[in-house]
Nanobody, 120 residues
């Protein structure tokens, strides 16, 4: 079955950086949209960043200019580089995939998540 395994979360002070990774297996992920979502404590899941099959990226307004998303096909890994982190970025971050080449639909495959905590 498809596996999306996130790593790279942790605790950091405001202004710091983290790089999340999502290792993908058993999935032709290069043909589909890939994205990062997050859920803050007590909050709803929200989209953070996405990259479609053609490499077009999109970001939530709250992270524009601070986060970048990229993929390394050779290593089957999706990345989320997070710079200038703020306490409001604290959340569980999830890697997600599919079901289309474009990122116009909600993903149908999800990882287990990695926690990011930013202290002031």
């Amino acid at each position: 079955h498809v596996q999306l395994v996130e790593s790279g979360g942790g605790s950091v002070q405001a202004g710091g950086s983290l790089r999340l990774s999502c290792e993908v297996s058993r999935y032709r992920w290069v043909n589909y949209c890939m994205g990062w979502f997050r859920r803050k404590e007590g909050g709803r899941r929200e989209g953070v960043a996405s990259i479609d099959a053609d490499g077009y990226t999109s970001f939530a307004e709250s992270v524009k200019g601070r986060f970048t998303v990229s993929k390394d096909i050779a290593s089957n890994t999706l990345f989320l580089q997070m710079n200038d982190l703020k306490p409001e970025d604290t959340a569980m971050y999830y890697c997600a995939a599919g079901p289309l080449r474009s990122c116009s639909a909600l993903p149908n495959k999800w990882g287990q998540g990695t926690q990011v905590t930013v202290s002031s």
